[in-house]
Nanobody, 125 residues
Framework: QVQLVESGGGLVQAGGSLRLSCAAS????????MGWFRQAPRKEREFVAA????????YYADSVKGRLTISRDNAKNTVYLQMNSLKPEDTAVYYC??????????????????WGQGTQVTVSS
């Protein structure tokens, strides 16, 4: 059974930084695409960033380019999201997700097979 556990969320002032971690257990993530999504109150879950199996191909939502950085350590079965220059509009629950198959839209939450429970990020102005 695959489990994804996020950590690192919290409250930070605008302009501050946080680093989210997503630790996987039950299966190796080394061949999977891993992504981060977020969901703010009364909004749909939206794509933030994703990295293919070896970290060589990375995708970002336009709203986070230049501020958020996704990375992975397959040896540790862990994915990270470094969040810099945070803005109040980044406030949301952040979810880690795993996409097992090689096909499917990376930006679409429906393409992902496993999800973590989420970690809250709150950015105050």
């Amino acid at each position: 059974q695959v489990q994804l556990v996020e950590s690192g969320g919290g409250l930070v002032q605008a302009g501050g930084s946080l680093r989210l971690s997503c630790a996987a257990s039950g299966r190796t993530i080394s061949t999977w695409t891993m992504g981060w999504f977020r969901q703010a109150p009364r909004k749909e879950r939206e794509f933030v960033a994703a990295t293919r199996w070896n970290g060589g191909t990375i995708y970002y939502a336009d709203s986070v380019k230049g501020r958020l950085t996704i990375s992975r350590d397959n040896a540790k079965n862990t994915v990270y999201l470094q969040m810099n220059s945070l803005k109040p509009e980044d406030t949301a629950v952040y979810y880690c997700a795993a996409k097992v198959r090689g096909y499917g839209d990376i930006l679409n939450p429906g393409s992902y097979n496993y999800w973590g429970q989420g970690t809250q990020v709150t950015v105050s102005s």
